[in-house]
């Protein structure tokens, strides 16, 4: 025995101290990781802020008008690609909150980030704490998701609801309930009650449900037969919607050819792919020069691949599809949000494969840092879709002088196939801009494009201001620019055009009366 001053210590004491010293610092290194994980997932979410106070764009209007004239009036301002769950929550909020900007936004910011904890929570099903906090962090770190985050539409609900549900079909493996088979197809349901186009994920849970349960048949048929039923009656609310939104499809997307090459921006944004090509490498590397390297992770590649690849290609490549065979265009950002969790997950997967846990911590460690440092210097990250705010602002306050009318196109491709509502453009679907941003002037409406409609709207107006001899604006974003140089070049005879300005994309021209040229006798 050993005497040191007041304190003896055995040799079984010594053993355990010396053993105890590894240990220590396995806690130490485990903290100092958890820390940085966490400081990366914080720092991901951060950036959805950056636009947080941007005005509203013309779509986030079109969220307003289905709310502004209260409860009673949102059945009848729902449209046909509008589902019936988000105006409802987005009326409850502002009867708390208010309706500035800010406000609006929150519900959809609230929604994405419970959206993040059930993707966690269902990376961790799949994965050990750390690869799912880096599936969350490539998840948030999204374009698409740092878009819909802060956007006043359903996008942020929608992908709630996929990720509840990937959540249960997950667990589901591990689970013979059928009350969780049942919470399935209410999940799945409210995922196209909350955005009809989501309604690609389905086929994937599909998928994943056949893949956690391959093994248990007889669960599997009970099971999938309560899933579909209390999908069946979920989805009864928005069958209407849904029938008249095939019925009108023609009408609501441009047309534009697809092409494979602009899926890789959504399967791999920013600089991940390259972040991931050094890391794999540097792990590669490493791992070749015969360093010691932790436990196999080569289980993970069979149901759990199955499962991320479902959901990543699956719903990305239904868009691609329709879009490729028939004239309308589903492969806007916005829709291929419902492919992110499931690309997310697969960025998991693949660093999941790395040998070196230091190695993945320094690929997220990368992966935020570039990323934040891009959106925080980028020059149009404060900018949050083109707004109409400021040329409304500035075409009321030069009209309210003498109450000149204001010719105004619509930003929506709807109005291409529709008769303008001369007498009340204020309140119809197709200017919902003018329902947050006002007008106190009079208004006529025209169509997107430069089409027979707007020709004939215009020759009328054109007609009419000549015999009055009245000055009057015109406003258009830039997909209109085309109808404006049709107004100036119709007009120059009797009017002299004034460009008051371009502002986010959208110009405003003042049309002036010439003075008649008095000939001498």
């Avoid at 209109?480 to 009797?494: C, E, I, N, Q, V």
């Amino acid at each position: 025995m050993e005497m040191l001053g007041n304190l003896s210590v055995t040799p079984t004491e010594e053993s355990a101290a010396y053993h105890s010293r590894p240990r220590r610092s396995f806690m130490m290194r485990d903290r100092v990781q958890g820390s940085i994980y966490f400081v990366a997932l914080a720092l991901s979410i951060s950036v959805w802020f950056i636009a947080v106070r941007a005005p509203l764009w013309l779509d986030e209007t079109s969220s307003y008008w289905q709310i502004h004239e209260g409860f009673s009036g949102i059945l009848s301002h729902l449209g046909n690609l509008s589902t019936p769950a988000y105006p409802y929550i987005l009326w409850v909020s502002t009867r708390m909150i208010g309706t500035s900007e800010i406000a609006l936004r929150i519900p959809s910011v609230l929604a994405m980030l419970g959206a993040v904890y059930l993707l966690y929570l269902a990376a961790r099903e799949l994965f050990d704490p750390y690869i799912a906090i880096i599936a969350t962090a490539v998840f948030c770190l999204h374009p698409v998701v740092v878009f819909a985050s802060i956007d006043a539409r359903p996008y942020a609900f929608a992908v709630l609801a996929t990720n509840a549900a990937i959540l249960v079909v997950v667990r589901l493996r591990r689970n013979d309930s059928n009350w969780m088979a049942a919470l399935l197809g209410v999940l799945a349901g409210m995922i196209v009650c909350f955005h009809y186009l989501f309604a690609t994920i389905l086929p994937a849970l599909v998928v994943c449900f056949f893949a956690v349960k391959f093994l248990d048949f007889k669960n599997l048929r009970r099971q999938l037969g309560v899933a579909l039923g209390a999908f069946a009656l979920t989805l009864i609310p928005v069958i209407p919607g849904l029938l008249a939104m095939f019925r009108s499809s023609g009408t609501h997307t441009e047309k534009l050819v697809p092409k494979l090459v602009t899926l890789f921006p959504t399967l791999a944004p920013g600089w991940l792919a390259i972040i991931f090509c050094a890391a794999w490498f540097i792990d590669f590397f490493i791992a070749a020069m015969g360093t010691r390297h932790q436990h196999s992770l080569s289980d993970r590649w069979n149901w759990r691949s199955l499962i991320c690849a479902s959901l990543a290609m699956i719903p990305i490549l239904i868009l691609y599809g329709v879009s490729a065979a028939t004239p309308l265009y589903l492969l806007a950002d916005r829709h291929r949000l419902v492919a992110v969790p499931g690309i997310a997950l697969c960025w998991a997967l693949l660093v999941s494969r790395f040998h070196f846990s230091a190695i993945r911590s320094l690929f997220c460690v990368v992966l935020v840092a570039t990323t934040v440092y891009g959106l925080v210097n980028s020059p149009t990250s404060a900018r949050h879709g083109y707004t109409w705010k400021y040329a409304l602002a500035i075409a009321e306050k030069d009209a309210s002088v003498d109450r000149a009318p204001v010719l105004i196109c619509s930003g929506f491709v709807e109005s291409n196939y529709l008769v303008m509502p001369v007498d009340s453009a204020k309140e119809n679907s197709l200017f919902t801009n003018l329902s947050y941003y006002k007008l106190s002037v009079p208004v006529v409406p025209l169509p997107l494009m430069l089409n027979d409609e707007a020709i004939r709207v215009g020759s009328s107006f054109l007609q009419q201001q000549t015999q009055k001899h009245q000055r009057f604006l015109a406003v258009a974003h830039r997909n209109s620019y085309k109808t404006l140089d049709w107004l100036a070049r119709s007009a120059s005879g009797t009017y002299a055009v004034r460009k008051l300005g371009v502002f986010d994309e959208v110009e405003v021209l003042e049309f002036l009366p010439r003075i008649p040229t008095v000939t001498a006798h």
